[in-house]
């Protein structure tokens, strides 16, 4: 069995409200992580996002997934949270989020995930990056294109312009998932995280602060530290919020 410890991490930033929002939840077999950025102005983002989360705990805890596929499902069922929840000529009138979600089983050793949007998944090994979330963006489609190089994507002027989020008609909504389900090693690391985390920070950032913290709230810190220091000169910045899962063998 794998043992499995969870840090989080969410700030306000510069910003009037936080519009992120993260949590997590486990069974005897299973724990299941959510992570989302709202947006709508007045906010609503800061509404939408919470009701990914408990959209998505609440049905993962009735009917769990065990692959890709059947996590999409519960995504999509965020969705609908999520456009069922708007109020008409209110803050919730035209409120999004994005979603990310990773399962892990620890009795057996395996993970599966999905998003919608632009806020990620990391997965690590050896401390190095081994996959990330493909984000539903504008810029991701430039770089897809060949239009624009992967670097340029954190600094462009267009990159917080999705093309996919939680909110969006159900049939125009683009849900990407892992599929079957992959099989872990102890002390490989997860990262979900929001743009104002990864916009500021490249992987090579991202690995050389994992392989310099002895666990994952220190990491966290770390990745505040450098967010922090990144965003010093600015005058507004995004919420940043990031939840980190370490597995390690269970004694």
Known sequence: MLGLEVALLSEQGGRTYNEDACGHWHSDSQLCCVLADGAGGHGGGHIASRVVVESLLNGFAAQPSHDGSSL???????????????VPDSERAEMYSTAVSLVIDFVHHQAHWAHAGDSRLYWFRH??????????????ALVDAGMLQPEQMRSHPKRSELRSALGTDDHELEVSASGA?????PGDVFLLCTDGVWEHLDDSVLEATLQQSPTPHAWLAALEDQVTEA????????????????????P
């Open 72 to 86: 999409e499902r519960l995504v999509r069922g965020a969705n609908r949270a999520v456009r069922n929840a708007r």
């Open 127 to 140: 401390g190095r990056i081994v996959e990330r979330t493909h984000d539903h963006s504008l810029v991701q």
């Open 181 to 185: 389900p992959r099989a872990l090693q």
């Open 231 to 250: 965003v010093r000169d600015k005058r507004s910045h995004d919420n940043f919020t990031a939840l980190a899962v370490w597995t390690r063998l269970a």
